[in-house]
């Protein structure tokens, strides 16, 4: 048999409440009583139980409560972000190309760099005619003179510049001054076009058709803000080479533990990064063609660095879609320890060139 | 699940609930869910001992609590608040004589390393107990899971049943006794077990 007082103190033990002045009589009467020990340890499976457990909210609970609740289900609303975020990016990503490709003159045809005798022709009469006795002087003396006034009258019996007998196209091409032949002296029609290794590109791309991290943090990304995004300026090096001013933002899983503590962190903050990339993708006439982009940056906690291989789809003249695998590896130290994030995803992204 | 206002008290996310904006509201709203929405459950859960009826006071519970914010109220303890409106619709739930079953929910255990004999050994107890624990009174059996499964002190619970503190122990000392005495043979059989099992094992 149990006496109630001690009974009493065994709960008020178990419970923290235990007096001290109350503690070496309950001790006193536990080494003597094995009912009492008895009912100590049925007391502290008991407690132990009833703190181990609680019955897990079922998912579909927390759907219907919020339907009641009129809210948008939560899952759904970050996918319409996400969704809003790239359209909104893409439509200002091809208003920027749009904006380059509306401000780039139109190309010559001519592949050469300077314009053909026959663009000649159809642009040297747009000229001020010469005076008569201008058209007289030798045709090999140098063409110093200032261009005349228009004439006053109409210049019909004005023989022309430069016939356009086959057999004469050769020699009636005044020689030029240096200074005309200088590119920016030439009409605008007749400017050299634009080399296409060497316009600037700008690209945006998203982080998050399919995404793996090591080590994995199911922990809640902490920030509101934009994320899995990366913005780029390219400028080609060659025809297939092309360097690149890279930023972008996204959350990186991390665990770091503390040789002092001994406790370990797990975290899943949203870092921004900026790099400087090299980017190769061969210079083919393809639709599709393969590309390698290598980066190397920084972010606020230590060092990044980036892989991406995959296809270049080329949707135009001056803009491409690329898809491809991308890897990540971010170092950071903690109290003199160095800690790696390594990550793994499918990005997508658009670049748009002069 | 992001949580943009994790930084908030519970007063600014209550304040924040009876904003005009909807989603500022919702945000706020999600936000004091996330935090006390397991405690709502276990006591819902352990209270009415039946799955749907659990759920059907846990939804109403936060739908009054969405309700209550668009009210003029200043608001101190907003845990406590939750679990009052839970416990007053518990409570008129079992005074209307529903009846009282078992409740058959997987439940959140911490994964441990022990043998699948002791995880046996842990889930018949587990069922044991909660057939005891429905056989507590009502009153007994919340003062009971807010001390040990929720975790509040004897003076929060006090607040929360309008009972007094010394009131509270009592009923928590003698629902633990009760719960001691029912388990009582279990646990005795299963301490044999486990010394013979330990004999046989050094033989």
């Keep these: 048999m149990i006496p109630a007082e001690y009974l009493q103190r065994l709960h008020e033990l178990l419970d923290g409440e235990l007096p001290a002045e109350a503690e070496e009589g309950l001790f006193y009467a536990l080494a003597a009583n094995a009912e009492l020990r008895a009912a100590l340890r049925q007391l502290i499976l008991v407690q132990r139980t009833l703190v181990r457990e609680h019955p897990s909210i079922p998912a579909q609970l927390e759907q219907q409560l919020f339907q009641r609740l009129g809210f948008a289900e939560q899952g759904i609303r970050q996918r319409w972000q996400t969704g809003a975020i790239a359209v909104g990016s893409a439509l200002l990503g091809f208003a920027l190309g749009a904006l380059l490709f509306l401000r780039t003159p139109e190309p010559s045809p001519s592949p050469l760099p300077y314009p053909s005798p026959a663009v000649l022709e159809m642009a040297l009469p747009m000229r001020a005619p010469a005076a008569p006795s201008a058209l007289r002087a030798p045709i090999s003396a140098p063409h110093t003179a200032p261009h005349p006034s228009p004439p006053e009258s109409p210049a019909i019996t004005v023989q022309p510049v430069f016939p356009r007998e086959p057999s004469m196209a050769t020699f009636t091409t005044p020689r030029l001054s240096p200074a005309e032949l200088s590119p920016s002296a030439l009409p605008e029609s007749a400017q050299p076009p634009a080399s296409p290794g060497s316009s600037l590109r700008v690209g945006i791309r998203f982080l998050g058709l399919w995404q793996q991290s090591s080590p994995e943090v199911t922990l809640p990304v902490q920030s509101s803000g934009v994320r899995n995004l990366y913005l780029s300026v390219e400028q080609p090096l060659s025809a297939a080479h092309a360097i690149a001013l890279e930023a972008g933002s996204e959350d990186f899983p991390q665990v770091f533990s503390s040789e002092r503590t001994g406790l370990q962190y797990r975290q899943r903050p949203t870092l921004l990064w900026v790099g400087l990339a090299h980017h190769w993708e061969p210079s083919v006439e393809a639709s599709v063609v393969p590309f390698l982009h290598t980066l190397l940056g920084g972010t606020v906690v230590g060092p990044l660095g980036k892989a991406w291989v995959g296809s270049a789809i080329r949707l135009g003249e001056h803009s491409r879609l690329r898809i491809g695998l991308e890897g990540t590896l971010l170092l950071y130290r903690f109290e003199g320890q160095w800690f790696s994030t390594r990550k793994l995803g499918i990005s997508y992204g658009m670049a748009f060139s002069r | ?203």
Aim: aromatic share 10%.
């Design chain 2, 1 to 203: 699940m992001e949580r943009p206002l994790a930084n908030c008290s519970d007063e600014e996310l209550f304040a924040l609930m009876g904003s005009p904006n909807r989603q500022r509201a919702e945000a706020a709203f999600r936000e004091l869910y996330a935090r006390y929405s397991q405690r709502v459950y276990s006591y819902c859960a352990r209270i009415l001992g039946n799955r749907q009826d659990a759920q059907d006071v846990f939804q109403e519970t936060f739908l009054r609590f969405w309700q209550s914010a668009h009210q003029e109220r200043t608001m101190t303890n907003v845990p406590a608040f939750l679990l009052r409106i839970a416990r007053n619709l518990c409570f008129n739930f079992l005074r209307d004589q529903h009846p009282t079953t078992e409740f058959e929910e997987e439940l959140h255990t911490p994964p441990t390393s022990s043998s699948p004999e002791h995880q046996l050994e842990r889930a018949e107890l587990s069922t044991i107990l909660h057939r005891a624990l429905a056989q507590l009174p009502a009153e007994y059996r919340e003062a009971l899971v807010l001390r040990e499964q929720i975790g509040l002190s004897y003076a929060e619970i006090a607040h929360i049943v309008g009972a007094s503190e010394s009131a509270v122990k009592v009923r928590v000392f003698r629902a633990k006794e009760k719960l001691r005495q029912l388990l009582a043979p279990y646990i005795e059989e299963l301490q044999h077990y486990r010394q013979s099992s330990s004999t046989q094992r050094e033989l």
